[in-house]
């Protein structure tokens, strides 16, 4: 997606994966510093752990508690701070200035990709990480009228509960499983990433026939475990990909200082994950 991007915007640049561990995030993020990186994407478990490890936080980073977009920058000969691809000569301090791009994203996908208005919907978001943490507030902000956070530890769950009736107080936000049928059921946990994985909810305590639409922020598998029952239950249902799409095309936008190219990232998504 990112190289269909760069080659479609005549940029001589190159995205690449790495496989960092937690604990040498640190280092990592200090070691494409020292290599003159444009910029980096950060996956979980990271994007928490990244707050306190880059030199400045963009405003929606502070709001969504999470960074998953660094952008590194240098003084020009003014003294004010750019990207770097916008120096001619080489820089002698650099700094790391820290992004959110998912909770735009994930809103943006949910009203696309499922016809869904988000005001006044009630909701079930499975995971209370730094993807669900992102998704819960954009959700209180953009109007859900319920929120239920649903996560493996609970005093998790209840933190981001009460962040958000601080922030919106108008939300109804409970911890736990409703004892109704909700609009949309989202989920930012991990499950359904690996075959074999469970269902991310206890369909016992809630049955998926409760729910009309399913977003699962995977998007390989491009059908979880997940979707596949909400889809044979009736659920109107869709994956990450979306979400993937239009964080990345910020987070590109965010590094080139251009607008990103979204139909052509689109089709190498599509191409990657679908084959089509």
Partial sequence: MQNAGLAALGLDWRYVAFDVSPENLREAIAGAKAMKFIGLNLTVPHKLLALDMVDLLDASAHTWGAVNTIRFEAQDARGAWQ?????????????THGFNTDADAIARAIREDLDLPLRGARVVLLGAGGAGRAAALKLAETGASELHLVNRTRSKAEEL????????????????????????????????????????????????????????????????PLLRA???????????????????????????????????????????????
Wanted: overall charge negative; glycine content about 8%; charged content about 25%.
């Fill in 83 to 95: 990207p770097l691809h916008l120096l001619e000569e080489s820089p002698k301090e650099i700094r």
């Fill in 161 to 224: 509960a009460q962040e958000i009736q601080q922030r919106h107080a108008e939300v109804d936000v409970r911890v736990g499983y409703p004892k109704h049928a909700v609009e949309l059921l989202v989920n930012a946990t991990s499950l359904g990433l690996k075959s074999g994985d469970a269902l991310p909810l206890d369909d016992r305590a809630f049955p998926l026939r409760n729910v009309d639409a399913v977003y699962d922020m995977i998007y390989r598998p491009a059908e979880t």
């Fill in 230 to 276: 909400a889809r044979e239950e009736g659920c109107r249902v869709a994956n990450g990909l979306g979400m993937l799409l239009y964080q990345g095309a910020k987070a590109l936008e965010i590094w080139a200082g251009r607008p990103a190219p979204i139909a052509v990232m689109r089709a190498a998504l599509e191409q990657n994950v679908y084959g089509e």
